[in-house]
């Protein structure tokens, strides 16, 4: 199987080569040229098997290039030494009889990315041996706070990469901020920038599709990757957990084969919904695509009206990895739906970053709202679905889960509609513990981040994960600011070049 990318279709290249380069150099994202299916049969084949099993298979059928053993040895790494803690990689909850709650956080940084990012140091590494690359690649990660922990996390003193992260000054919690600027490893960089997390998006883009930049860093013995969502190797392994539960819903006689369920994910740069739509395309019987925001909604708009228009305020919330204004995984579905009309694509992308705003054709618009349902709800709204949630059902939810549970409920309200439907819990409590204690009318005032991990404790019966209580006897190792213009300047620092 081919990559191709979305702003050049005749481009024919490996999933390695894909992984390696991250973004395509005509500025689109790779996807594979065509998709691989998975019948009934094979779904029903992967119902008794552990969460590393099913990975493996369904791994093997987008990486085509990898052989069995390589993509193995990939998933044994990143999953089977008990990163993701005891039980098994991810986890369905039961909420209620309609609802199964998807927790995508027991990984070592506690949030759903690292599912992916465990994962793809290893892709990565895989393909620079097998595509004969001598350069070390540094990998460049703009994060609106989960991610970048999670990208550290996963390459830190990995051979021949070094990463640098950078994260809004402004917009990523105490913990998340605790957790990237005390990252041990030789190979890492931490800064912040005066910015919001679109300024640091669009600050890495413009390093990627800089030709100078690139062979500067290239004659010193270095090319760039990316490890945000737009990177395939991050979206592969996304597809995994919602064919999982699809299984796990089998396995629980909660359905029956060919049931439809539908699936409801809180989205930010939308790539765990479009993870979950492409498991929908390869055969797993998903009927609706519920797309939770925060008071960020410029999803929810585009969904309703077919009108994407970043021109508005942007807001910090108190789910701040949603706080994203341009969700550039979008790039994938249009390509997708539009039936991989690259020209169209370019044509849409360039009155983006023009004009800030597109609007699709009448066939793209009435496909987009047939297969997805948009949703929106703020600070206020989530803080009251938390206190909801704990209250009717004694579990305890992040900020980020809280809104797609507030969107699902709304969705169900509008329509009726009472199939049974898994929501993505994307973070664990623990790392939001001040909104999380407040919303459910603690007292919080004059407590420190560890006084509150252990409040939540107390209240919520989960144990608080280990890699959070180890925050306090970390050393800050990074405490650098930078201005968005000076990016390119910071990774050259850190590069001695
Ligand atoms: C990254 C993130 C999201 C958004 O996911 P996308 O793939 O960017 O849509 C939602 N919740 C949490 C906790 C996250 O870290």
């Known amino acids: 199987m081919n990559y191709i990318s979305t702003r050049n279709k005749s481009l024919g290249i490996s999933s390695a080569e894909a992984i390696k ?5 005509d500025g689109g994202l790779f996807v594979p040229s065509s998709f691989p299916s998975l019948s009934s049969s094979e779904i029903e084949s992967l119902v008794n098997l552990e969460y590393i099993e099913r990975a493996k298979y369904v791994l093997k059928k987008f990486l085509t290039d990898y052989t069995d053993e390589e993509i193995e040895k990939c998933v044994n790494s990143a999953y089977g030494n008990s990163k993701f ?6 986890s369905l909850h039961k ?43 540094v990998i460049l990660v703009a994060t609106s706070g989960d991610t970048g922990k999670a990208a550290l996390e996963g390459f830190k003193d990995v051979d021949g990469t070094r990463i640098a992260v950078f994260y809004p000054n402004d917009g990523v919690s105490d913990i998340q901020k605790l957790q990237m600027v005390t990252q041990s490893g030789k190979n890492v960089f931490v800064s912040s920038i005066n910015g919001n997390f679109d300024d640091a998006q669009t600050g890495v ?41 699809y299984c796990d819903l089998l396995k629980n006689r909660e359905i029956s084969m ?52 970043k021109n508005r305020e942007f807001y910090t919330t108190i789910s701040p990895s949603m706080d994203i204004l341009i969700s550039s995984n979008l790039e994938r579905l249009l390509f997708d739906i539009s039936g991989c009309d690259d020209e169209l694509v370019k044509s849409l992308m360039n009155k983006l970053s023009e004009s800030g705003k597109y609007v699709l054709n009448d066939d793209m618009k009435a496909k987009i709202s047939e297969l997805f349902y948009g949703g929106c709800c703020d600070d206020t709204e989530t803080k009251a679905q938390i206190a909801d949630t704990f209250k009717k059902y004694g579990y305890t939810i992040d900020t980020h889960t809280a809104v797609a549970v507030n969107v699902y409920e709304k969705y169900v309200s509008e329509t009726g509609d009472k199939t049974k439907t898994v929501i993505a819990s994307t973070a664990s409590p623990f790392k939001f513990s001040d909104s999380v204690l407040t919303a459910i009318g603690e007292n919080i005032d004059g407590k420190d981040d560890f006084e509150l991990l252990e409040e939540l404790c107390g209240k919520s019966n989960m144990p608080i994960p280990k890699s959070l209580k180890e925050l306090k006897n970390k050393e800050q190792r990074f405490d650098g600011v930078c201005e968005k213009s000076d990016m390119l300047g910071e990774i050259k620092t850190f590069l001695n070049i």
Request: glycine share 8%; net charge neutral.
């Open 85 to 90: 803690g005891e039980g098994d990689v991810v």
């Open 205 to 245: 883009k413009t390093i990627f599709t800089d030709d100078n930049a690139k062979k500067t860093l290239f004659e010193n013995g270095f090319t760039l990757s990316s490890a945000n969502s737009i990177n395939w190797g991050r979206l592969v392994p996304q597809i995994v957990y919602y064919v999982s539960a």
């Open 95 to 137: 909420l209620s009889d309609n609802v199964s709650i998807l927790e995508l956080w027991h990984g070592p940084t506690c949030a759903f990315k690292d599912v992916a990012l465990q994962i793809l140091p290893h892709f990565l590494t895989e393909a620079m041996r097998k595509t004969g690359e001598s350069k070390e690649i």
């Open 21 to 25: 380069k991250g973004l395509s150099d």
């Open 258 to 309: 060919g049931d439809k369920i539908n699936v409801c994910v809180p989205t930010g740069n939308f790539g765990n919904i479009l993870a979950a739509y492409y498991a929908k395309k390869m055969g797993v019987p998903i009927a609706k695509l519920i797309c939770a925001s925060n008071r960020n909604d410029v999803l929810t708009d585009f969904i309703k009206t077919g009108e994407y228009n």
